[in-house]
């Protein structure tokens, strides 16, 4: 029990206003943690998605210094998911939260090691783009990336702002994207393999292109994933493993 001392210094239990003075202190701090953890996702999120565009461009230009700031960037984003991960464990331990709250701090857990494991695959993607360029694209099989690398930036810009609005019924659409994706991904797969079967030159070149595209592929499926977190953090509902439709109407009730 609190304590304050009476007129005579000895001593005594604290008053029902300081009571309440006191957890209306500790309320505004927890609430200023939960925000501070939400920002620092949102910040996340922001590195990944411009290590994202960053390996697409060096695709595109072959700008080895580019490439090099993609691989070094990831060091980064593995850091600042360890520090995330830390502070909600200290949280969770300090403040012993429910409901909402611990629904938020879950949800941030989940989503950042998607975001952490989206890092990873925009590395993948510079290391194919040093990989081809070093190969003076030798044998390049034609095959267009621009509009599965847009689908998948877009997906997770969309995660990300679903998240910071806390709307399901945004989280919702972006699974649904995610079945465009693997349409756009499975199409250039058969492309890929025509090419290969056609010229063997460009057999290299293909793996490497193929590389890419699951890369840009899983960075969808990293995005569903966050999605489906944001509809659970808001309705308190698992939907992961359910259908699209059936998401997209837990996400509206």
Do not use: W
């Amino acid at each position: 029990m609190a304590l304050e001392r009476g007129p005579d210094g000895t001593p005594g239990p604290a008053s029902p206003l300081t009571m309440l003075t006191m957890s209306e202190h500790t309320s505004k701090q927890f609430d200023s943690e939960l925000e501070s953890v939400r920002s620092s996702v949102l910040r996340m999120g922001g590195l990944v998605e411009e290590q994202i565009m960053r390996a697409v461009e060096s695709l595109a230009s072959g700008d080895m210094a580019l490439i090099e700031s993609v691989v070094e960037g990831d060091k980064l984003v593995n850091r600042m998911e360890v520090e995330l991960d830390e502070r909600c464990s200290h949280i969770v331990a300090r403040r012993q939260p429910t409901a909402g709250d611990l629904r938020m701090l879950m949800t941030v857990v989940k989503m950042i090691t998607d975001l952490e494991r989206i890092g990873d695959e925009a590395q993948k993607v510079a290391r194919m783009a040093r990989m081809i360029h070093e190969a003076e694209r030798a044998h390049m099989p034609r095959v267009e990336l621009a509009h599965i690398a847009d689908t998948a930036i877009e997906m997770l810009r969309k995660a990300l702002d679903s998240f910071a609005r806390l709307d399901p019924i945004a989280a919702a659409q972006v699974v649904r994207d995610d079945i465009a994706l693997d349409d756009e991904y499975r199409a250039i797969v058969r492309q890929l393999i025509t090419f290969m079967i056609e010229d063997p030159r460009t057999i290299s070149r293909s793996i490497e292109i193929l590389t890419i595209v699951k890369a840009l592929e899983r960075i969808g499926d990293h995005a569903k994933n966050m999605c489906e977190y944001t509809v659970y953090m808001v309705k308190g509902r698992d939907v992961r493993h359910i259908g699209v439709e059936d998401l997209e109407r837990e996400a509206a009730e």
